[in-house]
């Protein structure tokens, strides 16, 4: 069985509000039968005010257009990292963060007798949102607790729809979704900084100058 065929079965999904998760959120939906429980977590980002609006308006919309196939967000409340490395800034803080994150998404697989997490990541995002990572994560997992898991990313699957963030941009106009609403800017501000690093890849992802929000 492939990845992908896991789609078409109950999944949890990793979801940030932003560009990546949403839009795979979205074509998950559109194209495959499996029902998305997405896992949503306050893990104490300064946008999550923002991220909180986003993942409530596309929540809307996935519940009008797929009905019982989406299900209300599951929100956890957790830092990652420990507020102590933020505050002392230590470059060492952002390291196996998906992999904290992973840890929640599997605790609540669990609790949903669901075996397949899915992430939104893709070939430059850091080690541990690599499938090599993920097979890692599986064996770990399966040694540690009576449960077996598989975690994925469908960007790195050539049968995707698209493996790219701008191809993910284009195939969700195609679809006729608006990303817009999603939030990537790091920032606590309303209105995105235009300089953090997600803000930048976004306006590279869009292929404008102009900030697409």
């Known amino acids: 069985m492939s990845d992908l065929s896991?789609?078409?079965?109950?999944?949890?999904v990793l979801w940030s509000g932003g560009l990546d998760s949403t839009g795979l959120i979205k074509i998950i939906l559109n194209n495959y039968e499996g029902e998305v429980f997405p896992l949503f977590l306050k893990h104490g980002q300064r946008n999550t005010e923002f991220e909180s609006k986003s993942v409530e308006h596309y929540t809307k919309i996935f519940f009008k257009d797929y009905k019982s196939?989406?299900?209300?967000?599951f929100i956890?409340?957790?830092?990652?990292?420990?507020?102590e490395f933020k505050k002392h800034n230590f470059e060492s803080r952002t390291y196996l963060r998906n992999s904290d994150m992973i840890n929640?998404?599997?605790r609540f697989a669990a609790g949903k007798n669901i075996s397949?997490?899915?992430?939104a990541t893709f070939d430059y995002d850091m080690g541990d949102g690599q499938p090599k990572f993920f097979k890692i994560k599986e064996q770990e997992t399966e040694i540690a607790i009576p449960y077996k898991v598989?975690?994925?990313s469908p960007f790195f699957e050539g049968d995707f729809p698209c493996n790219t963030k701008p191809g993910l941009i284009d195939y969700c106009k195609k679809l006729g979704f608006d990303l817009?609403?999603?939030r990537s800017c790091y920032e606590s501000s309303e209105f995105p900084c235009e300089?953090?690093?997600a803000c930048t890849v976004r306006q590279e992802a869009f292929g404008s100058t102009t900030f697409d929000y």
């Open 195 to 197: 300089k953090c690093p």
């Open 69 to 73: 196939r989406f299900h209300e967000p």
């Open 104 to 106: 929640n998404a599997i």
């Open 6 to 12: 896991l789609l078409n079965e109950k999944i949890v």
């Open 150 to 152: 598989r975690i994925f």
């Open 76 to 83: 956890v409340t957790t830092d990652i990292p420990a507020p």
């Open 116 to 119: 397949t997490i899915v992430l």
């Open 180 to 182: 817009s609403y999603t």
